[in-house]
């Protein structure tokens, strides 16, 4: 058997790997995983344009990990393409994977209406796609063809996320897709793995050791009333789904356990605003240390300071509310959707405060920022960064080096033959490899785009 990358092997977006193999009976098996957007670069947008380097036709089934749409938004351009098979993911994963492809389509079609950018898939191509799609639950056995057999398993990354495993030719090979943090409140901790022969595993932190999730609260707390001290306006840009919710979640604990906290706090996003009500229709996959539900609050996403703000409309008016108030909303990497007025409001004040809870991709506004940036370009007005930046690693949705390194030690002790890195900066790639073969004593490879390893 072989596999080859066809995405997130120069940075952390585009993931989409095949696997070629054979079932019992001698018949080719081609199988994809994961089919992800490339996101942030300049070039990006002509990378998602380029034809695959397969025949789409041919592929025997497609597996999804999660639906962020790095990893899941070319999957209308396989329909495009002539897949007409199985695309496989958690049953979450399903409501969770249509609002981030349907507003990605919605962005490209008014994208191209505004600056005559392409638009790579029609909306017929997005409703092929979800008619094929096939809700699974964890643990449960699927038979591709004879002898070839998929599982997916809890990563804890977000809500219904999946590492997936294939058993064929006698072997275990694992596609770690994104794998949690540890202590998530939220979300369960990440499966373990048992004995297992090659996994392609991510590497986003494979160069970092998080700061102790514990601490984010105090984090945050202390912001929030630095916030409410000097009356002024702190942003927080949020990734939709999950780190919205473990936000929410947050603020819920410490405006419960804190009375003087009287701060108006806006959910500026239709679409993390949509995807907190699904969290809500699927909590059987959360994990909680705190009741969710109290006597005053409807659940723990919810609270009286919060108002969601799902209409342009209501948007708009959060200017009129005088500060102190908190703002969360998307993009999380601020390349693009309403965090971008508000940036434009509010950056240039030096009482206010920008703290980023999330991975900042190469070439995206949010990294520029990170990186100190004294001035930025936004929707071609130059905005001056006076406002404090504060960036929080604890809130991370990604393992960090010590988790990763845990994960990938299985359960009985046996470790992979091989591991190929994937989904990371090339730093934190080598820096990770490095680590993994001191650790392990085992074959670490990083693989390069459309490379094929035999395994
Ligand atoms: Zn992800």
Redesign the pocket.
């Known amino acids: 058997m072989d596999i080859s990358f066809h995405g997130a092997v120069s940075g952390v977006t585009g993931s989409c790997h095949l696997l070629n193999t054979k079932d019992s009976d001698g018949n080719d098996c081609n199988l994809l995983f994961d089919c992800g957007m490339f996101q942030g670069e300049q070039m990006c947008s002509s990378k998602n344009s380029e034809k695959f380097d397969f025949d789409a036709k041919k592929l025997q089934g497609v597996f999804v990990?999660?639906?962020?749409a790095?990893?899941t938004g070319r999957l209308p351009i396989l329909s495009k393409n002539g897949y007409k098979g199985k695309i496989y993911m958690t049953h979450p994963c399903v409501g969770l994977s249509k609002l981030v492809l349907e507003d990605a389509h919605h962005i490209m079609v008014e994208d191209s209406e505004k600056c005559g950018s392409s638009v790579l898939y029609e909306l017929k191509d997005l409703l092929t796609t979800f008619s094929n799609v096939e809700g699974v639950n964890y643990h449960e056995q699927i038979e591709i063809a004879p002898g070839v057999t998929i599982m997916f398993h809890d990563a804890g990354?977000?809500l219904g996320?999946a590492f997936i495993s294939v058993e064929a030719e006698g072997k275990k090979i694992i596609f770690s897709?994104?794998i949690g943090n540890d202590n998530v409140p939220i979300l369960p901790d990440t499966e373990p793995i048992s004995s297992v022969d090659y996994v392609v595993c991510e590497s986003t932190y494979g160069h970092r050791v998080h700061e102790s999730v514990n601490k984010r609260s105090e984090v945050l707390k202390e912001v929030i009333y630095r916030t409410i001290e000097n009356k002024s306006v702190l942003m927080i840009p949020s990734f939709s789904?999950?780190r919205t919710q473990e936000l929410l979640y947050e603020l819920n604990h410490i405006i419960g356990q804190n009375a003087d906290i009287k701060i108006p706090i806006f959910l500026d996003s239709p679409m993390a605003i949509k995807a907190t009500e699904l969290y809500r229709h699927n909590s059987n996959y959360l994990k909680f240390d705190t009741p969710i539900l109290d006597e005053e609050d409807r659940d723990f996403f919810s609270f009286p300071n919060l108002r969601e703000t799902l209409s342009r409309e209501e948007s708009k008016k959060i200017n009129n509310t005088p500060a102190p108030k908190i703002i969360i909303a998307g993009s999380g990497m601020m390349s693009g959707g309403r965090i971008m007025h508000h940036l434009i409001r509010y950056l240039p004040d030096p009482k206010n405060t920008l703290l980023i809870i999330g991975y900042q991709a190469r070439g995206t506004l949010g990294r520029k920022i990170y990186e100190g940036a004294k001035t930025v370009n936004i929707f071609r007005e130059e905005v001056k960064v006076r406002a404090t930046v504060k960036a929080m690693g604890s809130f991370s949705?990604?393992g960090d080096m010590h988790k990763l390194t845990k994960w990938l030690t299985p359960e009985d002790g046996k470790l992979p033959e091989k591991i190929l890195l994937v989904h990371g900066d090339q730093e934190a790639k080598e820096v990770f490899a490095t680590h993994l073969r001191h650790e392990f004593r085992t074959d670490v490879i990083i693989p390069k785009y459309g490379e094929k390893h035999s395994l």
């Open positions: 990990t999660h639906p962020h790095d990893h990354h977000v996320s897709g994104d789904i999950e949705a990604h």
